[in-house]
């Protein structure tokens, strides 16, 4: 009878550290691959910006990095700062930008990360800190830019780096689509639960936590998801609007996915754009009246 009890325990131990192993391969795996999984740069051949100006600058730790301006900022009632999703690019927004000016006369500055579109260097999350941080110095220093003038704006993983740009240099408005409330949700949503208690905190290399952040900035956050998004659900972009201290304008577009929002809102997707926007177009009103 003894020997089956040891024999029962000896079983119980070797698929104890079985499991153990396996779950601490799956963690060094996770910490080592996390940020190619959330950086995923498209390869070329680009797509051609055309005659659409473009600006250089460089981070402050040497990395080369460019933009692209649609609008006149000098003339404009603010700049949106844009960031783009984790496999998207700036050139991609341009007609997205070129509407918005259309619209409301604001001016667009389409943000690059490294890594992206021809440029050098890795894309990492303390990297998306520095080239958050060189066009925003660029944009207020070069283009001068007052801070009461900005606007920032971010999709998918630029929801995450407009979100911490904005605790560090507070813009008139944000405006979000398709955000996630935190990288650790997102882990967990893609990995399992198991992750998002003890592992977290342990294996992370990406910060983000929007819904948190959001709930400290003194600026009006508007959000638009789609409710057939199968990369971020919608869920997150509720919770997200829910937990922003002000509320600017919520859009939920059912029948959009993670990228089709403007495409398949129509009217009611620029509409909110426009409301967003509002500080900024009622205040230019107000002064051409004068």
Request: proline share 6%; glycine share 8%; hydrophobic share 45%.
């Amino acid at each position: 009878m003894g020997s089956i009890v040891r024999g029962i325990s000896m079983t119980v131990v070797g698929v104890l550290g079985i499991v153990i192993a396996l779950l601490a391969i799956l963690s060094i795996a996770t910490w080592a691959f996390q940020e190619r999984v959330a950086f995923q740069p498209e390869r070329p051949p680009y797509p051609d910006p055309g005659n659409t100006p473009r600006v250089d600058y460089t981070a402050s730790d040497g990395q080369k990095l460019f933009a692209y301006v649609i609008g006149d900022p000098s003339s404009a009632p603010g700049l949106i700062l844009a960031f783009h999703g984790n496999a998207d690019l700036a050139v991609r927004q341009i007609d997205w930008a070129r509407e918005i000016v259309s619209r409301t006369g604001m001016a667009v500055m389409l943000t690059e990360y490294r890594g992206y579109m021809g440029l050098c260097g890795r894309p990492t999350y303390e990297g998306s800190h520095l080239d958050a941080e060189a066009a925003y110095a660029f944009a207020r220093d070069s283009l001068h830019i007052p801070a009461n003038h900005f606007a920032f704006f971010g999709h998918s993983l630029g929801t995450g780096i407009a979100a911490e740009l904005a605790v560090r240099h507070p813009p008139r408005v944000l405006i979000l689509e398709a955000p996630f409330t935190s990288a650790r949700d997102m882990a967990a949503l893609v990995m399992g639960r198991w992750i998002n208690s003890f592992f977290w905190p342990t294996i992370s290399r990406l910060h983000f936590d929007t819904q948190s952040l959001v709930r400290a900035l003194d600026v009006p956050v508007s959000v638009a998801h789609g409710g057939r998004d199968r990369v971020i659900p919608s869920r997150m972009g509720e919770a997200v609007f829910g937990a922003a201290c002000i509320k600017g304008e919520w859009l939920f577009v059912p029948e959009a996915s993670h990228s089709n929002a403007g495409e398949l809102g129509g009217e009611s997707y620029w509409q909110w754009i426009e409301k967003s926007l509002a500080p900024f177009t009622a205040e230019s009103k107000t002064k051409e009246a004068r």
